[in-house]
């Protein structure tokens, strides 16, 4: 039974991490395309249509592997979790299936027009089909949003006679947790977007070619990257934080390995938690840190694990607090970053210094780590929950799929889309050779 | 109110087989209508702009089953669990066949993707007509609600079928023949010349096929699944529906005939001979459908059978439900219509 219930997370995890590798992109990208698609139409230079022709050719890419790896996730919440889906189906099937019905009809309708269409449209036809997709691609990132900040925060439903049901709509959709889970997960999408375009902005400036392009790529890249990693630490990642603090002590306490409840608790920077002995192995700490973020006061008491029962202690505290860490490292290092970038692009000297520009060019993979292991921290610090004080993790899986039968499709998946990734990166590669400028004929 | 979710649910499926079945179908055929490269470009460019809109039906029929029935959603998804992981596998790799194709101008790389299109667009009709003909004939149900299926056992019809017997292999094959032609007859509409005329012919050719398995699927279906009869019994109106079916495919022959002889409005029974065939898929789904209500997934142990009653959500959801389904089918059906006008007509020759 207990592998079972192993070979189903693992299937889970192995699939929907493997798949936010490419939504997080198409979402930073598809507001930033918007912006070149605008500047090109207000400032009539056609520089910034290539920058967003070229963008859609990676954003076309992007999502068809969304797509592609997109669709095992809603099967499988029948395939691997039916349980779960037995019981919370009559409430988060509803935002699952508004996902379907108002995102991806939307976004299925103008994204052929966006990428095939802007010869048939007109210049601001073309923008409008831009702008759709976008909607489409947030309005489908609202609705999982709220899917998983339901199963953080259940909130709106009733127990009936074959599970849950949904009690009140307006409660599930506008769940406080959804809102500032969704602020701070799309603004680091636009992270990872912003990132990425400034590394091959980066790349092409440090190579010497279409320099022109590049400095564009830089500085769009540059400037939503230092204002949305801004936002994700005050007062999304703020707010978000103390939602945990306040829904999930527990989970606070195991993010930050605070064994015992403390006033004036210190905030961990860097150290590796033992949690067998209760300590931290070579602490770099911040004395009563944590409880001011927290509580807003230096000497707040924050609940450390010892005030609760072990049954509902995150399994994995080791794991959950080097996500969060890493998470939060990397976001302050961005910031780091992004402000003396922003401060040479003030200057007019960015273009010119190779260190800053290399430094830009070799963090693109980091935002894809960030946003990965801020996920990591949501659900493992979820744990052992499936829906938080609901239903445990251990009572959801499908419990008539084996373990065999569960390993065969997992073995499926990790040749499958180890083939998908090989394909993705050498057909990126293939367009960042190639260039954002117009093909010579 | 159950029964308007089975009705939504039921329309829903009805319109992903009619849609996304003229481009799987067309997937179906793809090596025996088009030959040259130029040709295969068409037949993609024909379904291009619309098969992903076309597969969202899948999806968004799935999230509304999903809402409205979450048992049996949780039940039929983990019991079919074998043959639904094979199907994303196999939609995976024609979503991928289809957009990546294009991206790199090497006959090696296309001959792979067409490739795959090919196998992937067949294999998932046959195991869509399959798993139709499963929930048809019932699954081994126990009083937890679950069942678990292999994907064969002894291949005949007992306490412990597999996904796959000698009723659910004349289902897949029946649906394998009659999307290919569905797909024939979507790139006859939308093709010229020679691609035209190999698309005519591949539909006219399958055409007895059709219609023989048709004909056999009946008696089989009520052999395996005596209960179908019980609607048609207690309401004959019912019976309008396989006239329909076997009218709809009578109508289909003769509108290609037309379509090959009558040369001026050649286009005109072209559409018609679709629109035959989509009638057809229709009345086929339809059929099932009204065979099996009030049931949603029979037992093969009826005390077990699922049925809207026992398995849909409390009824707040369900009216909260209605209010934005039926905002969003209204969007979804504008943003249909908006694109099929754009790239109405025929795909141009380059």
Redesign the interface.
Known sequence: MESALLIHRLHFAFTVTFHYLFPQLTMGLAPLIVALKTLALTRKDDRYNQAARFWAKIFGINFVLGVVTGIPMEFQFGTNWSHFSQYAGGVIGQTLAMEGMFAFFLESAFLGLFLYGEKRLSQWGHWGAAVMVFLGAWLSGYFIIATDAWMQHPVGYALGAHGLQLQSFWALVLNPWALWQYAHNMSGAVITGALVMAAVGAFYLLSNQHLEHGRIFVKTGVIAGLICSCLQLFPTGDAQGRMVARHQPVTLAAMEALYTTQQGAALQVIGQPDVENRTIDNPISVPKMLSFLTYKHWNAEVKGLNAFPPQDWPQNIPLLYYSYHIMVGLGTIFIAVLVISAFLLWRGALYRTKPVLWVLLLLFPLPYVANTAGWMTAEIGRQPWLIYGLLRTSEGYSRNVSAGNGMFTLLGFLGMYTLLAILFLFLIRREIEQGPEPEQF | MATLWFLIVALMVVAYVVLDGFDLGAGVCHFCVAHSEEERRQVLRAI???W??N??WL??A???L???F??L??????????P??MV??M??GR??AV??RS??DAPVWRAFFDGIFVLASSLLTIFFGAALANVIRGVPLDQS????EPLWTHWRIGAHPGILDWYTVIAGVLAFAALAQHGALYLLTKTQRELNQRARHVAKTLWPVVLLLTLVSLPATIHVQPSVLGNFRAYPVWYFIPVLVFGSLIALFYYLGRAEHDVVRAATHEKCAFVCSCVYLAGMLGGAAVGAYPNVLPARDPQYSLTIY??A??A??LQ??LV??SI??V??IG??V??YR?FRGKVAVD
């Open positions: 291009g702009p619309v992903d809109g597969e969202v999806l968004a799935g999230g509304t999903y809402f409205a979450p048992l959603y949780a039940s039929s998804f983990s019991g079919f669990y074998l639904l992981m994303l596998w939609l995976m979503g991928l957009e990546l991206h790199l609600g679950y069942f678990f026992n398995t959500t409390g707040h959801g909260v439900g934005w389904w969003g089918i969007l979804a943003y249909f908006f694109v754009m």
